[in-house]
């Protein structure tokens, strides 16, 4: 915070995706009891934390909400640049959390491709606060309705591919 208060944008930027980090980390492993109310305290943390950090950086993104099965999906649309591109679409799994898939959104900007990503039932803030869970097969909906989003609601282009090439830098 005192770095973002001294107009430090770089290193107020590192510090709250590093304090988001750590609280994911801590929240992660109290999940033997789901019940747990620190689950929560520590879940809205890492997310107030991962939303000052992502504003601070200054990377171009929107939040989007995906409409899913009677309810939407919590997603953040990072644009790339230009109007058109490639866009990856990253989700979460297991008991994953939008911030975690950070990481991927920077290196798909990187390389000139827009980046969705999202949490799906039984993940993240949709499990946590909208007490949506995980109840069968068909998870791929949710993707479908992603690539539909990311082409339309986004405005942006992107062509379904069965492979993606993979270049190391």
Same mark, same amino acid.
Not at 82 to 91: D, K, N, S
Not at 110 to 130: A, M, N, S, Y
Not at 135 to 163: K, L, T
Not at 164 to 169: I, L, N, P, Y
């Given at each position: 915070?005192?770095?973002?208060?001294?107009?430090?944008?770089?290193?107020?930027?590192?510090?709250? /995706?590093?304090?988001?980090?750590?609280?994911?980390?801590?929240?992660?492993?109290?999940? +033997?009891?789901?019940?747990?109310?620190? !689950? !929560?305290? /520590?879940?809205?943390?890492?997310?107030?934390?991962?939303?000052?950090? /992502?504003?601070?950086?200054?990377?171009?993104?929107?939040?989007?909400? !995906?409409?899913?099965?009677?309810?939407? /999906?919590?997603? !953040?649309?990072? %644009?790339?640049?230009?109007?058109?591109?490639? &866009?990856?679409?990253?989700?979460? +799994?297991?008991?994953?959390?939008?911030?975690?898939?950070?990481?991927?959104?920077?290196?798909?900007? %990187?390389?000139?491709? @827009?980046?969705?990503?999202?949490?799906?039932? +039984?993940?993240?803030? &949709?499990?946590?606060?909208? @007490?949506?869970?995980?109840?069968?097969?068909?998870?791929? %909906?949710?993707?479908?309705?992603?690539?539909?989003?990311?082409?339309?609601?986004?405005?942006?282009?992107?062509?379904?591919?069965?492979?993606?090439?993979?270049?190391?830098?």
């Amino acid at each position: 915070k005192k770095s973002a208060e001294r107009g430090h944008k770089a290193s107020a930027a590192d510090a709250y /995706l590093r304090a988001a980090n750590y609280y994911r980390a801590a929240e992660f492993y109290l999940h +033997g009891n789901p019940t747990d109310p620190r !689950i !929560i305290d /520590l879940s809205g943390r890492s997310a107030h934390c991962f939303k000052e950090g /992502l504003r601070e950086s200054g990377m171009n993104h929107e939040y989007v909400e !995906i409409p899913y099965e009677g309810t939407t /999906l919590p997603g !953040i649309f990072y %644009r790339a640049g230009g109007e058109r591109g490639p &866009v990856l679409i990253a989700q979460t +799994g297991f008991d994953g959390t939008i911030d975690g898939l950070f990481p991927w959104a920077q290196a798909a900007v %990187r390389r000139g491709w @827009h980046c969705l990503t999202f949490e799906g039932p +039984g993940q993240g803030q &949709v499990i946590r606060k909208r @007490h949506r869970e995980w109840r069968r097969h068909g998870f791929q %909906r949710a993707a479908n309705s992603q690539g539909h989003d990311a082409r339309g609601v986004c405005g942006v282009y992107s062509q379904p591919s069965g492979a993606v090439e993979h270049d190391d830098e």
